[in-house]
């Protein structure tokens, strides 16, 4: 494995690390996991990359961007 790619799972462990912790504090939902959480990061990215010409988007980012949090 390339430094390079050991680097990067090293960062997506302890993102999930992270996100684990929340979910324990009750302050991220529990029926999403790390691979979720990257999915809505790209939707995010995805959505903020569409031209200017596209709908208004900014409802969608919130959603997405709540996804992850308990209400």
Do not use: C, K
């Not at 690390?17 to 790390?34: H, K, N, P, W, Y």
């Not at 995805?46 to 980012?61: C, E, F, R």
């Amino acid at each position: 494995m390339s430094s390079g790619n050991r680097v990067q799972n090293q960062h997506h462990h302890r993102d999930h690390e992270t996100f684990r912790r929340a979910q324990s504090a009750g302050v991220a939902r529990t029926d999403l996991d790390g691979s979720d959480l990257y999915a809505l990061i790209g939707a995010l990215a995805w959505l903020t990359d569409q031209p200017s010409t596209a709908p208004p988007v900014d409802h969608l980012l919130d959603v997405i961007a709540d996804a992850p949090l308990r209400d």
